[in-house]
Each structure stands twice: as structure tokens, then as C-alpha cells.
């Protein structure tokens, strides 16, 4: 204007992080307040080293949100008898795997032959989003001769 002074039609609430690191150095503002709008004011002003610095912090940002969560695991237990398990074992699918096997005794006779009878554990992972439900695809394991117990 007529004094010499220039107006700047900036946007206030992001330019107090610019005002501060001037003055400071460092990059101090309130964590509620978009790091994207303070990189658009560090921009607007071409200060390099502030652009750098936040850039790298939306990046730390971004990767700490999309790391994945470690999964979880769903068990099952499954009773079979003796002459079930090795169907049992070898049609499991859609993720599931073998954990243990307990063997619970004898308790169905058949003829002249006492069946073994075991307790099977079987997991499989539950992925979770970033909204901390779990999702597991709909399928059925193809254990068809074996009891849950």
C-alpha cells in the first residue's frame, strides 16, 4: 500500500506454524491442525528446509496409519475318530491349519476294535482393519466327517 506495508490474504490458523518456525527453527503447532495445510503455507512461502521437514513428518504420519495391525488367530477344535484324520488333515483349506492333536481315548467301539478318538486344533488368521474389526473370509473348512465339538 501507500506506507510500504504488503497484505498477504493467508489463511491465519496456518500461518502461526510458519511465524514460529521463523522465529524458533522448529515446527511447533497445535496436532489437531492439518500438517497438509502448514506445507501448503511453507510452499506459499518457499522456506525449503520447513517444506522438507513436514513433508517428512506427513510420511511418518501415513506410514504409522498403514502399518498393519498383527493378526489374530481363530481356533477351532474338531473331534475326530482314528480312521477321520488323515481326511480331516489333508481337506482342510481356505487358510486353515493344523495347530495340536489331544488324544482323548477310546470311546466308540466298532467290532472287535476300539477307535482312537482325538481332539484336533485347528487356527486361522483374522485379518483386522485399521478399524480394529476383524474379517474372515465367509468359507467353510471341507472337514465333513469330523464333530466340532
Given at each position: 500500500d501507500e506506507t510500504g506495508a504488503y497484505v498477504i490474504d493467508r489463511d491465519p490458523t496456518y500461518f502461526g506454524p510458519i511465524l514460529n518456525y521463523l522465529r524458533h527453527g522448529k515446527l511447533v503447532y497445535n496436532k489437531e491442525l492439518a500438517e497438509e495445510g502448514v506445507l501448503e503455507e511453507a510452499e506459499f512461502?518457499?522456506?525449503?528446509p520447513l517444506i522438507k521437514l513436514i513433508k517428512?513428518?506427513?510420511?511418518?504420519?501415513?506410514s504409522k496409519a498403514t502399518q498393519q495391525v498383527p493378526p489374530k488367530h481363530v481356533y477351532r477344535v474338531l473331534q475326530c475318530q482314528e480312521e477321520e484324520l488323515t481326511q480331516m488333515v489333508s481337506t482342510m483349506s481356505d487358510g486353515w491349519k493344523f495347530?495340536?492333536?489331544?488324544?482323548?481315548?477310546?470311546s466308540y467301539s466298532y467290532g472287535t476294535e476300539d477307535q482312537a478318538?482325538?481332539?484336533?486344533?485347528v487356527s486361522k488368521e483374522l485379518h483386522t482393519s485399521g478399524s480394529g474389526l476383524g474379517?474372515?473370509?465367509n468359507h467353510k473348512t471341507k472337514v465333513t466327517d469330523c464333530n466340532t465339538a
Open positions: 512461502y518457499n522456506i525449503t517428512e513428518r506427513i510420511i511418518e504420519r501415513d495347530e495340536q492333536m489331544v488324544n482323548i481315548g477310546s478318538e482325538f481332539l484336533c486344533v474379517t474372515e473370509q
